[in-house]
């Protein structure tokens, strides 16, 4: 049965902002707690009304809302979602229940503006998912910054003000690029909307410029090398949640802005300019993984892992064909999953011995078998076992890309086999061989309760469900991708034209132009 609920793009960004105010101004702590857990998970059973109310084998965009906000400028707040943006928006809203459920049982300092900032953090990050105005987008992009400041310079480790600054300046300098290049595309095509002036085209001679604009600002928020260094920083340095959500869907805003902008706006000067990204992408790949095999802190491990992860999702979006860019969606949303539990079992960890140091581990199969059970499948979900969803993702780039470029398949295969090293190679430290400390006995360090077994678990579920039945995802995602490769093509073939014709004769191109969009 389908079902659709009126604005209810508008409801998924504005429910955790209104639960923001609640929590912020109740007094009671356990009723901050109770009542930021019940909004999140409003916010995520609502969000399955997307899932219900969808249509199925629909390209274009879905649950729309379009008011105009300034007139003379052709600003709007216009919201919709697609199979590109549609399993990012469920990601994060199912993320959310499980941190702030964490984070209640674990963190008590000043719990009332935590939780607050975490809703509103929420709330922009569905809002970068859902914006199609590049104004509004910037705006959603940019307010995601100020809670993850404040999340890690206020919750943060013992450098935590260090990685909060460094985290902060690091993006904002990358998106004041991006915004000059939302003012050029205006001063291009005359309009903020992205699918509009996409349709519309941008002027061969200004795509490299404003791309560069555009892949700067997402280049930083990927993270893509050599963009990377804060990363690790505000990983180590994040209290657990923060790096949930960090990983989970925040460093998703930098694939996506690829995926969503990039290449539909600049479809020739992503072509030209997509072999270096993607050597950029081996590089990082590579160089995440090697860096990850030599970390003793277990957060620093999948920080640098997360870095090689993403350069996996950079190869597929520049692969720029179905099988590349339809596994880079399917894998951000993968990421999310894995790396977010990587770094849930490490924070539950952390919590009961106070330490990441892999040498202060060994032999906790023996008295945690639950934990580390379950440990297990995340790092095999994150190496890319058969079977689980990473394989799913990173086997489909990897399929695009070896019709793109076979070189950089080999080398990406390569990081395969690094992330299985490096994941085992902890997993091996922290669990197996034999108790030397007594702090590691079962009768100190007790093994995952239910509720803890109640985070985990749905995330587990996912990994089976992705990997065993990919198309229930691929059906929704394929027609979106196909849908924006070919305005790709039309808009390449336009520029053809206008390479052709536009020194030769001004009236010649615009009429050729006009020929080629009324085929559109």
Request: aromatic content about 12%; some cysteine; glycine content about 10%.
């Amino acid at each position: 049965m389908s079902f659709a609920l009126p604005n209810l793009l508008s409801i998924l960004i504005f429910l955790p902002v209104l639960g923001a105010v609640a929590v912020y101004f109740i007094p009671d702590a356990g009723q901050k707690k109770l009542v930021a857990l019940a909004v999140t998970l409003l916010t995520f059973l609502l969000s399955l009304l997307l899932l219900t109310g969808w249509q199925e084998g629909a390209a274009g965009m879905q649950f729309v809302e379009n008011y105009v906000r300034v007139p003379a400028l052709d600003m709007r707040y216009h919201l919709g979602v697609d199979g590109i943006s549609l399993f990012l928006v469920l990601l994060t809203t199912l993320l959310m229940p499980i941190v702030i459920h964490f984070s209640n049982r674990f963190v008590d300092e000043s719990i009332g503006a935590y939780l607050a900032l975490m809703l509103v953090l929420e709330a922009a990050v569905i809002g970068c998912f859902v914006a199609l105005d590049m104004v509004l987008f910037f705006g959603f992009f940019e307010i995601t910054l100020i809670p993850m400041y404040f999340l890690i310079g206020q919750w943060g480790g013992d450098n935590r003000q260090y990685a909060a600054r460094k985290f902060f300046l690091y993006t904002f300098a990358g998106s004041a690029f991006m915004l000059v290049g939302i003012v050029g595309v205006f001063a291009q095509t005359g309009t903020f909307n992205v699918l509009e002036a996409a349709r519309i085209g941008i002027d061969p001679s200004m795509q490299t410029v404003l791309f560069l604009l555009f892949a700067i600002g997402f280049a930083v928020k990927v993270p893509l090398f050599p963009f990377h260094t804060w990363l690790p920083d505000a990983h180590v340095q994040a209290p657990t949640a923060g790096s949930i959500i960090l990983a989970g869907v925040l460093l998703k805003l930098g694939t996506y802005g690829y995926v969503r902008f990039a290449l539909p706006l600049f479809p020739e000067a992503s072509i030209n300019w997509g072999p270096l990204i993607a050597v950029l992408a081996v590089i990082g790949i590579l160089y995440g993984a090697l860096v990850a095999l030599v970390q003793k802190d277990i957060k620093s491990l999948v920080a640098y892992s997360s870095v090689a992860h993403l350069g996996f999702v950079m190869l597929g979006v520049f692969a720029v064909n179905e099988q590349g860019v339809s596994g880079a969606v399917l894998q951000m949303v993968n990421h999310g999953l894995s790396t977010g539990a990587l770094f849930l079992m490490v924070g539950l960890l952390y919590e009961r011995r106070h330490t990441r140091m892999l040498d202060q581990f060994g032999g906790l199969w023996k008295s945690i078998p639950i934990f580390c059970g379950f440990f297990l499948v995340v790092a095999m979900s994150s190496a890319g076992l058969p079977g689980l969803n990473g394989f799913v993702g990173e086997f489909t780039i990897l399929l695009g890309m070896w019709l793109r470029q076979p070189v950089f398949t080999v080398l990406g295969a390569v990081g395969i086999i690094l992330a299985a090293w490096y994941l085992l190679t902890a997993f091996r430290k922290m669990a197996q061989g034999p108790i030397t400390r007594p702090e590691n006995e079962a009768a100190n360090l007790p093994d995952m309760s239910l509720d803890e077994i109640g985070m985990v678990l749905p995330l587990v579920l996912l990994f089976f469900i992705i990997g065993l039945f990919p198309n229930l995802f691929f059906n929704k995602i394929n027609p979106s991708v196909e849908a924006m490769l070919q305005e790709m093509d039309a808009g390449r073939n336009a520029v053809v034209i206008s390479a052709d014709d536009y020194h030769t004769d001004a009236l010649t191109f615009h009429s050729a132009l006009d020929d080629v969009q009324a085929q559109e």
